[in-house]
Nanobody
Framework: QVQLVESGGGLVQAGGSLTLSCAAS????????MGWYRQVPGKQRELVAK???????NYADSVKGRFTISRDNAKNTVQLQMNSLKAEDTAVYYC??????????????WGQGTQVTVSS
């Protein structure tokens, strides 16, 4: 069993910063990638940022230059530093982990979500 626990969401004024953290635990053999997605009511969940075990990153165009994803493979954690936040960044943010688990399977796991609200 694998769990992802997120922390760091909250309310911030436009132009401010927040850092989201996600810790993975359980029967993980190795990390393929970890990332952050977000979702607002009535819309599909979208990729915000992703980082592979090798350190390659991928960002949504809307957050490039403002958000930075980082990871600690030894601790199975990933962080999302969010700067210059805008009202349109308001969403529930979900941590995602793509892990090699027991029996050689590569599986996706999700955190419970953390609310980020940016007031204008």
């Amino acid at each position: 069993q694998v769990q992802l626990v997120e922390s760091g969401g909250g309310l911030v004024q436009a132009g401010g910063s927040l850092t989201l953290s996600c810790a993975a635990s359980g029967s993980i053999l190795s990390i393929n990638a970890m990332g952050w997605y977000r979702q607002v009511p009535g819309k599909q969940r979208e990729l915000v940022a992703k980082i592979t075990s090798g350190g390659s990153t991928n960002y949504a165009d809307s957050v490039k230059g403002r958000f930075t994803i980082s990871r600690d493979n030894a601790k199975n954690t990933v962080q999302l530093q969010m700067n210059s936040l805008k009202a349109e960044d308001t969403a529930v943010y979900y941590c995602n982990g793509n892990f090699w688990v027991v029996l050689g399977a590569l599986k996706d796991y999700w955190g419970q979500g953390t609310q980020v609200t940016v007031s204008s």
